[in-house]
């Protein structure tokens, strides 16, 4: 009774168009579904109707209660047209253009029961409806999209080895036989003594010249592992079944002209240290020219022991599968293979931006890709919408120095983190931390996973077991926020807080003894030599095979390249360490600023590498009310514009400015006539390409133009890269703290 006026009412309740629908379709119009525009109100489904919620009368709900009756899917999906609260409704008619569906919506408790019959027919609209609602909660996560589904193909504990693919690998026994350096590094046990001499910091050093690296700094804790021999007597590491006919058209997605091409010389020396296990640094990256063959090198290298690695636990895994096996290892343990780590995760890629992060995944896919035969990627499209380079997003049309163009082409995005599984010559991004066998990321978007001490919500483990760290345009990384990968240093090969379901009878003695770190090889690759960069060999890497790292010295230095006729003034002042930022500004405010406080020394820019140095010198001329303005990274583009328009009329006698907004702008600065370099600049050529910053004003003054550089002992190397070796120590070591070059000829000042 109760049932048939409640189904005669929910019909009176409809227009003639949607009874016609209901009629020939058995179903209302998907129109007028609230679910697709609210996934959220499914979870009223799950609550019973109350009898104040409902317009059926008090006698016929006994009715229903002497007859209950389950809910059919049908009976669910047409709840959902029943009158919503008073926050709900404000809500949905704020979003809602149709009135009549509203007015439709204003009698209580419409479609709490519908007809069974039509309910058996229809029990997949609920679930569609079900899936659009997980749908919008996954976009409303937005970027932290974490692969789950494959989960169980790429999980190394329940795959073994078959035919073909990655399980095709040599067996272990046979790789022993080959002698990979891969197997004598990681089986390698050390003692306490060993441990205790890698702590002590005494090392043994050697040199010697290689035909493209040129000169390689070799230093080592343990004598038993030294140096390298020449280039000709070091042989190229072995490589992996999967790699081994790919890995000489390394050139295929590496050179920047997009040709074919085998490994370079280059490319060939950097593998065969690599192969050695032992840290490796080279400063000499030349983004232009260098940068995608040291990035194919270091992907080559890093591809090929994730293969081994994986590929030694899936012969493991299938030799601890058969019974004979089973029985020989539980009869004596020391057969137990150990060939894994703490956690999963085998190596760190740090990159500055997402458009690096592409170029290493885009160049270990053609690695894996042999000749004829593509592989599986999973969440490929996502990568490539998230970290490729949309059109809008391209720079417009300026002049810009090569480098410029070289470190800032494509996505410039620097807060990202992704993990990468490989099994079986498959590949699957977005893998989970602790599923994956390859991290790249940002130091930024690391460090916001890695938290600070006293945070609830942090995590480190996944680093506990990184066997190999790659960090690529370490000077990139300089100019963006240094701390965040010394953050990140300080948290690699940890013990871990937690298990994470390990098998511990298959972890290597070292990791549980808390000796990963000396396993660990660091690969530093940088455009520049900088004490901060070096610093983190030497206080944050401890491998017992030692480091390598090239030291050639510029024979000429930047200030060669200087076009415009001009006097340069390198004063020395005395310093106690790299770090002593008070001498260097009481130097400045005591002997350089009041030479130009004069009215006749105005249109003068100060170059300050440091931003902290920027704002102390700008805060100090604030106090003393000196007219000057000011541009750093952090200004808006009226504010640039001003500055620059100041500076060039005359109405500011300073200009301070920074070495990072320098960097990320490459501005040219019109009217300047005197310049002060508060500290020498991190990358030589932007000594010349400020200097040649006087030529663009245009007035004719050149006999008037001054430069002044600032520098300490502790500015040695940098001191070379401008004015090249020999200068460079004559001028550290002579009793005079003044000396004097003059650049450009006859030609140029005429």
Not at 736 to 746: D, Q, R, Y
């Amino acid at each position: 009774m109760g049932k048939r006026r409640q189904t005669k009412q929910l019909l009176t309740n409809l227009t003639k168009k949607q009874k016609k629908h209901l009629k020939e379709f058995g179903e209302e119009h998907p129109f007028h579904d609230v679910v697709g525009a609210r996934p959220e109100r499914t979870e009223i489904l799950e609550l019973q109707a109350s009898p104040e919620q409902s317009d059926v009368e008090p006698d016929e709900l006994e009715d229903e209660e002497e007859e209950p009756e389950q809910k059919t899917a049908y009976q669910k999906l047409l709840s959902t047209l029943s009158q919503p609260t008073s926050n709900d409704k404000s809500e949905e008619e704020s979003t809602d253009d149709e009135e009549e569906l509203l007015d439709e919506g204003e009698s209580d408790g419409v479609g709490e029961h519908g007809d069974e019959d039509e309910g058996e027919d229809e029990p997949e609209d609920a679930d569609e409806a079900v899936t659009e609602a997980v749908d919008g909660e996954e976009k409303a996560a937005g970027d932290e999209f974490v692969d789950e589904e494959h989960e169980t193909q790429f999980c190394l504990e329940t795959t073994f080895t078959d035919e073909g693919g990655q399980g095709a690998a040599e067996s272990p026994e046979e790789q022993e036989d080959s002698k990979d350096m891969f197997l004598q590094h990681l089986d390698t046990e050390l003692g306490e003594e060993d441990v205790q001499k890698i702590t002590s910091g005494s090392k043994a050093k050697a040199q010697i010249t290689w035909p493209k690296l040129g000169t390689l700094l070799c230093t080592f804790p343990l004598e038993k592992f030294g140096g390298i021999g020449p280039q000709k007597g070091t042989k190229l590491p072995v490589f992996h079944k999967v790699l081994k006919t790919s890995w000489k058209d390394l050139n295929q997605t590496c050179n920047p002209m997009g040709l074919a091409g085998e490994s370079s010389p280059l490319q060939l020396e950097l593998l065969a240290l690599m192969g050695s296990y032992k840290d490796l640094y080279h400063p000499e990256t030349c983004p232009v020219t260098q940068g995608p063959q040291v990035c194919g090198a270091y992907c080559l290298h890093v591809l090929n022991h994730v293969l081994k690695a994986n590929s030694q636990v899936l012969a493991h895994n299938a030799m601890l599968r058969e019974p004979k096996t089973r029985a020989k290892t539980g009869a004596d343990p020391q057969d137990e293979p150990r060939d894994q780590g703490l956690t999963r995760p085998k190596v760190l890629i740090l990159v500055p931006f997402r458009g690096g992060a592409l170029r290493v995944v885009q160049t270990l896919i053609s690695l894996l890709e042999t000749k004829g035969k593509k592989i599986v990627v999973n969440n490929k499209k996502r990568f490539k919408e998230e970290f490729g380079e949309e059109a809008n997003d391209k720079p417009p049309n300026q002049q810009r120095p090569d480098d410029y163009s070289a470190i800032f082409s494509g996505n410039v995005d620097d807060h990202f983190k992704i993990g990468v599984s490989i099994v079986r010559s498959s590949m699957r991004l977005y893998s989970p931390f602790y599923s994956s066998d390859i991290i790249i990321a940002s130091p930024l978007g690391l460090r916001t996973v890695l938290g600070a001490e006293g945070e609830s919500k942090r995590d480190f483990d996944f680093l506990s077991s990184i066997d190999l760290l790659v960090v690529d345009q370490a000077g990139v990384l300089l100019m963006q926020n240094w701390e965040h990968v010394l953050h990140v240093m300080k948290h690699i090969n940890l013990q871990p807080l937690d298990s994470h379901g390990v098998d511990f009878s298959r972890v290597r003695m070292w990791n549980l003894n808390n000796w990963a770190r000396h396993y660990r090889q660091t690969l530093v690759f940088s455009s520049i030599q900088d004490p901060q960069i070096t610093n983190i060999l030497t206080k944050h890497c401890a491998n017992y095979r030692g480091q390598i790292a090239t030291k050639n010295m510029p024979k000429t230095g930047s200030i060669c390249q200087v076009l415009v006729q001009l006097p340069h003034v390198f004063q020395m002042f005395s310093s106690d360490s790299f770090m002593d930022h008070d001498a260097r500004f009481q130097f400045f405010v005591d002997k350089v600023l009041p030479q130009y406080r004069d009215s006749v020394m105005s249109h003068t820019l100060i170059y300050i590498p440091s931003y902290f140095d920027y704002i102390r010198l700008r805060n100090y001329m604030k106090k003393e009310e000196i007219n000057f303005t000011s541009i750093c990274e952090y200004s808006s583009k009226s504010e640039v514009s001003r500055a620059r328009h100041f500076l060039q009329k005359g109405d500011k006698q300073f200009l301070l400015f920074t070495e990072r907004f320098h960097f990320y702008k490459r501005y040219t600065i019109k009217g300047i006539q005197n310049l002060i370099f508060y500290g020498l600049p991190s990358f030589p050529h932007f000594y010349s390409e400020v200097c040649n910053m006087l030529a663009a004003g245009g007035r004719g003054s050149e006999a008037s133009w001054t430069c002044t550089a600032l520098y300490s002992r502790y500015d040695a190397q940098k001191l070379a890269s401008i004015t090249g070796a020999q200068r460079a120590g004559q001028m550290l070591h002579s009793n005079k703290t003044v000396h004097l070059f003059v650049t450009g000829g006859e030609d140029e000042a005429s």
